[in-house]
């Protein structure tokens, strides 16, 4: 059976709050460890009221301590954001908190727009295109090095399993050339996906880390006892895509029966051009999507990615996947 992992947003549904998406992300996290499930991770996102993992590194330090097996990590740091000297410090703090179970994903997106770059106070064009060597320089630390002088004790031989993520060519060569692990975010953007696995997979250099390839590939997921209701629970998520495609993100409201097809046209087709890499349905169903998508990318492993307005769904989604795939 291929590994199976999570990706969470950390949401914030309608009529909740911040410590709420807290509370119920650590539940699902302590769910998926039941599971089965390999990874846990969160993404970092600012600026949006749904979503609340921005601080990626003290929302991890949480599931950390509230589970025990899984491995929890980014998925991930926009690096752009951030000095690779301060993300070596918090992920090597992570590593001697929970020794074995750290992931650090690395993008290249800043997930910020010109406003958050200010309150940020970074140049986020020019450390964009510092990245790879940005991802060097981190690399660098964790094995101890003092780059430019200055070490990092806390990272200094910390155990932190990184990945290069992507949604375009630029991640599969990068990965490929550093010969690190490489997660497409093809649950959100799966044009160039079977392009950039193909470009990974050739030019893939051996590493220290890797002697080989590692592709893991996002996919929508959510099952439910029907076809029918997984769909409903669906829309949810449906909705806030919708929202933040037209510029007005909103947190995840309820489902909405016949949403889709509610829709003027072209945002039908915007939507369903976007999510047509998702398993959604029952057990069933679930399976032979998820062994269709398998079979066609060849993945190594898949991060699921699907919240619902009732968390309680989302974590039997979870349990009813595992089961099916087994």
Do not use: C
């Not at 990590?73 to 992920?91: C, D, K, R, S, W």
């Not at 750290?102 to 964009?128: F, P």
């Not at 097809?261 to 051009?273: D, K, T, W, Y």
């Amino acid at each position: 059976m291929i590994p199976l992992s999570v990706l969470d947003l950390v949401t914030v549904r309608e009529g909740g709050t911040v410590a709420q998406a807290l509370g119920i992300t650590v539940e699902t996290a302590r769910a998926a460890e039941r599971a089965g499930y390999k990874r846990y991770w969160v993404a970092e996102h600012h600026g949006m009221e749904g979503i609340a993992g921005g601080a990626t590194s003290v929302v991890l330090a949480h599931l950390g301590n509230a589970t025990s097996t899984i491995r929890i990590g980014a998925g991930g740091i926009m690096l752009p954001n951030h000095t690779p000297y301060v993300i070596a410090e918090q992920f090597g703090t992570l590593a001697a908190l929970f020794p074995g179970r750290v992931d650090l994903g690395l993008g290249r997106a800043a997930g910020a727009d010109g406003r958050l770059a200010l309150a940020l106070r970074k140049d986020i064009v020019g450390a964009a295109e510092r990245f790879p060597q940005d991802v060097v320089e981190l690399r660098a630390r964790f094995v101890g090095q003092a780059v430019g002088g200055v070490a990092s004790p806390q990272a200094s031989g910390a155990e932190v399993e990184m990945w290069i993520l992507g949604s375009s060519l630029f991640g599969a060569q990068l990965a490929a050339m550093l010969g690190l692990p490489y997660a497409f975010a093809s649950h959100f953007a799966p044009a160039l996906l079977e392009e950039a696995a193909r470009i990974y997979r050739e030019r893939f250099q051996p590493s220290e880390t890797l002697d080989r390839p590692y592709f893991m590939a996002a996919i929508n997921l959510l099952a439910a006892d029907t076809d029918e209701e997984a769909r409903y629970l669906a829309t949810s998520v449906d909705q806030s895509f919708v929202a933040l495609r037209t510029g007005t993100p909103i947190k995840l409201p309820p489902p909405v029966r016949g949403y889709r097809e509610s829709l003027p046209a072209a945002r039908r087709a915007m939507l369903e051009q976007v999510r047509s890499v998702s398993a959604i349905g029952s057990p069933a169903t679930v399976r032979q999507e998820v062994e269709v998508f398998v079979a066609r990318t060849g993945a190594d492993e898949l991060i699921v990615s699907m919240a619902t307005f009732d968390p309680a769904a989302q974590q039997r989604s979870l349990a009813l996947t595992m089961d099916a795939l087994r």
